[in-house]
């Protein structure tokens, strides 16, 4: 089955610097690719997501890519604020019917001030 | 704005009661999720009801007995719980479910079992 690695499992920036988060995933048939951030006592949030036909989206300061070949995908994150502070979760799936999202460890971002 | 609702926040029981968490969306979403999560750990897939029949049971101990009332409501059952069950209990939903379709969670129950 599909299996997800992300990397580091805490990162810490100061404000106004950029964060990377990165992940690989096992199984070349997944296709696609959602990040979520989940601040302290909230739930999961969908923050940006990418399919596999598509190498890089953006959505004002949060962009992903993704390397199909490598199999690897990451988040970045420009001009940080503290209130980005949270766990980032990478995840992939496949598309067919009935299959799962697969999560990744998780990513705990700080931002200092 | 919660677009998925559950209830209730926090719930603490003993090992020998019986309680039951509760989820409802107006998305129109057909597919929804039960999770499971511990603190800093990613969610962990419990069950998958997909047009209101369960399609996804992850070996979840019967402990756990989930129910689709309908398409916009997923009750999960809890009885003889066990301490290693405390964690925060998530339900998702998204319109199909399928690789490609975004999940959207609720805010949560948090469960402490005595």
């Known amino acids: 089955g599909e299996n997800v690695e992300q990397h580091p499992s805490t990162l810490s920036v100061q404000e106004g610097d950029s964060a990377v988060i990165k992940c690989t995933y096992s199984d070349s048939a997944s296709n696609y690719f959602p990040w979520y951030k989940q601040e302290l006592g909230k739930r999961p949030q969908l923050i940006i997501d990418i399919r596999s036909n598509v190498g890089e989206k953006k959505d004002q300061r949060i962009a992903v890519t993704l390397n199909k070949t490598a199999k690897h995908f990451s988040l970045h994150i420009t001009e940080t604020q503290p209130e980005d502070s949270a766990v980032y979760f990478c995840a992939a799936s496949i598309e067919t019917s009935y299959d799962k999202v697969i999560f990744g460890p998780g990513t705990s971002l700080s931002v200092i001030p | 704005d ?113």
Request: hydrophobic residues 30%.
């Open chain 2, 2 to 114: 919660t677009e998925v609702t559950q209830t209730p926040k926090h719930l603490v029981m003993g090992m020998t009661n019986k309680k039951s968490l509760k989820c409802e969306q107006h998305m129109g979403h057909r597919a929804m999720y039960w999770y499971k999560q511990k603190a800093k750990k990613p969610p962990e897939l419990m069950f998958v009801y997909s047009y209101e029949k369960l399609s996804i049971n992850e070996s979840v101990p019967s402990r756990f007995s989930p129910e689709c009332p309908n398409s916009s409501l997923l009750n999960l059952h809890l009885h003889a719980l066990q301490p290693e069950d405390s964690a925060l209990y998530l339900c998702a939903s998204s319109r199909e479910q399928g690789g490609l379709q975004p999940q959207h969670f609720g805010d949560g129950t948090r469960l402490s079992i005595l």
